[in-house]
């Protein structure tokens, strides 16, 4: 059975990598230039799994690959080794947002677990947006005023440029002295979260956001 290892935005990560690779040998830039490209690549994908098995690392070096098809072959053997998005279920979700009594959920039938950094989804008709997320070992939600842009712009998840949305929510933190305290906080982000997941390669804003939006 194939140890399961590697995120959804660690996979996204390496395929740039593996296409700043491609791209200059396309370009057909001198070896030693081509060949620091690909140290520097193998050693940023190392840098993300510190805690790699000799195994590991082996599956994960691409010193030795050379032509498009052993690139593209790599990239389905670390496809088998992806950590699905932890399973949900209606009620779960339901509990998360039970201030929401006309919540309308995605059909959580359709979604491909396997590529899953986090799971979002748009009710238009009330201008939400929902975002879910594990943090600390725990799924946690929240819930975002989400309005839609004619611009595109750079999105604050996965750091990419494309049709985003502006998405606000108030955090849960408080202030000992002003227990009225409140603050809105927004980005934006993509519009269409699935889009976003096949892009993002790093979590870190992601995270902070929604701890700072969860008063954590």
Not at 1 to 8: A, L, Q, R, S, V
Not at 18 to 24: E, R, V
Not at 67 to 74: F, I, K, L, N, S
Request: glycine fraction near 2%; proline fraction near 3%.
């Amino acid at each position: 059975m194939t140890e399961k290892f590697i995120k959804n935005e660690q996979l996204n990560f390496i395929k740039n990598q593996i296409a700043l690779i491609k791209d200059s040998a396309k370009k057909n830039v001198a070896p030693t230039v081509l060949t620091a490209v690909i140290d520097l690549a193998n050693a940023k994908i190392n840098d993300l799994f510190p805690n790699a098995t000799l195994e590991q690392q082996k599956l994960l070096d691409l010193s030795e690959l050379k032509t498009d098809a052993e690139y593209d072959q790599y990239i389905q053997q670390l496809s088998a080794c992806l950590i699905p998005f932890p399973k949900i279920t209606e009620q779960q979700l339901k509990k998360m947002f039970p201030k929401n009594k006309k919540l309308k959920l995605p059909d959580l039938s359709q979604i491909d677990h396997g590529q899953l950094t986090y799971l979002s989804w748009n009710d238009l008709s009330s201008n939400k947006k929902f975002i879910v997320y594990e943090l600390d070992g725990k799924m946690a939600g929240i819930e975002c005023k989400f309005t839609t842009s004619s611009k595109e712009n750079i999105c604050s998840f996965c750091n990419r440029f494309g049709q985003v949305a502006y998405i606000s929510t108030v955090t849960k933190a408080k202030k000992s002295k002003n227990p009225d305290y409140y603050k809105a906080i927004g980005n934006y982000i993509c519009t269409h979260s699935t889009e976003c997941n096949k892009k993002i390669t790093n979590v870190d804003y992601l995270t902070a956001f929604l701890q700072e939006s969860l008063g954590m």
